[in-house]
């Protein structure tokens, strides 16, 4: 019965930082590649970042790259999402999803979903 567990969110002001967290429940979590995707009311959910099993391997939205930094320690069963130069436009409700086997940047190939973490970036 594995369970994925967001944290962090909140308000910040244009330009601030906000570091999330994902708990992962289960014993064969470093078999799975994690992924961070956001949706905003309206909109369709989007790639964030994605991080390898083994941590060794990372991808970003274009938009991300350079402020977003995705992270993961397997002994904790935890995968990190820090987030810096914040935008009004990262504004969304984040997850954390987990899937067997290599990256992906789709949402419907991550089977395992989060119940999602409010950022907010005030203007």
């Known amino acids: 019965q594995g369970q994925l567990v967001e944290s962090g969110g909140g308000l910040v002001q244009t330009g601030g930082s906000l570091r999330l967290s994902c708990a992962a429940s289960?014993?064969?979590?470093?078999?799975?590649?994690m992924g961070w995707f956001r949706q905003a009311p309206g909109k369709e959910r989007e790639f964030v970042a994605a991080?390898?099993?083994?941590?060794?391997?990372?991808d970003y939205a274009d938009s991300m790259k350079g402020r977003f930094t995705i992270s993961r320690d397997n002994a904790k069963n935890t995968v990190s999402l820090q987030m810096n130069s914040l935008k009004p436009e990262d504004t969304a409700n984040y997850y954390c999803a987990a899937r067997a086997g290599p990256i992906q940047k789709i949402a419907v190939l991550y089977p395992y979903w989060g119940q999602g973490t409010q950022v907010t970036v005030s203007s």
């Open positions: 991080i390898s099993g083994s941590g060794g391997i990372t």
């Open positions: 289960g014993r064969t979590f470093s078999s799975y590649a």
